[in-house]
């Protein structure tokens, strides 16, 4: 079967660097997505990973590693309205979308 | 004012209901989807439709059923709505001929079946 992992939870503090851990087992692969979805609100777009290797977008950089199957959502500088859960998407061989079950994040002052 | 719009956004039913959830977009897109997300799951395709004469059944379409009248609306039924369709439900869509999986979700309807 499909199956995407992410931690269900996760602590950090305010000012800090955090790393989100994604690792994934599909039916092939056609590019692993972020989403950011704030507590009651709708997902949004964060970032695309196709190739091996880091993507940065400001504070927040995206890394895949697609043989071992492994991305990370690195966000620095934190602040207090990253607090949101992460969600890890992989498109299949079939263009579909494999959703993990998201990642909350709490940060902390 | 919200480019993918749901009605209605909350809304508490009993079982056997018939319940309809709207969803219309000013984004141009071909793509719509309907999701259902559920805490401690991820998000879960009920029906995608890559334009007005495509319907395509997604992971969960048991107990479902998706109209596409227009380009711009995607509406999603729950014929005889029970407990277990308690969720969030959201609409998305996707401009088509990109496979970047970039997707526009509305705020979302929550559903309470009783």
């Known amino acids: 079967g499909q199956n995407i992992d992410q931690p269900t939870e996760m602590t950090a503090t305010e000012g800090a660097i955090v790393q989100i851990n994604c690792t994934y087992q599909t039916s092939g692969f056609n590019g692993l997505f972020w989403y950011q979805q704030h507590a009651g609100e709708a997902p949004t777009f964060l970032s695309y990973n196709v190739l091996d290797g880091l993507e940065e977008k400001g504070r927040f950089s995206s890394f895949l590693s697609r043989s071992k199957g492994y991305s990370y959502l690195l966000l620095k500088e934190l602040q207090m309205k990253d607090s949101a859960s992460y969600l890890c998407?992989?498109?299949?061989?079939?263009?579909?979308?494999?959703w993990g079950a998201g990642t909350k994040l709490i940060i902390k002052p | 004012d919200a480019d993918v719009t749901q009605t209605p956004r909350n809304r508490i039913t009993k079982t056997g209901k018939r319940i309809m959830l709207e969803c219309s977009q000013t984004?141009?897109?071909?793509?719509m989807y309907w999701y259902r997300q559920d805490p401690g799951l991820g998000l879960r395709l009920i029906y995608y439709s890559f334009d007005v004469k495509d319907i395509n059944k997604g992971e969960i379409s048991d107990g479902y059923s998706v109209s596409r009248q227009a380009q711009a609306k995607f509406s999603l039924s729950l014929e005889s709505a029970i407990p277990n369709q308690t969720a969030l439900y959201f609409c998305a869509t996707s401009e088509s001929g990109q496979d970047t999986g970039e997707l526009f979700f509305g705020e979302g309807s929550r559903l309470t079946v009783l």
């Open positions: 998407a992989v498109m299949d061989s079939n263009y579909q979308l494999i």
């Open positions: 984004k141009g897109h071909d793509r």
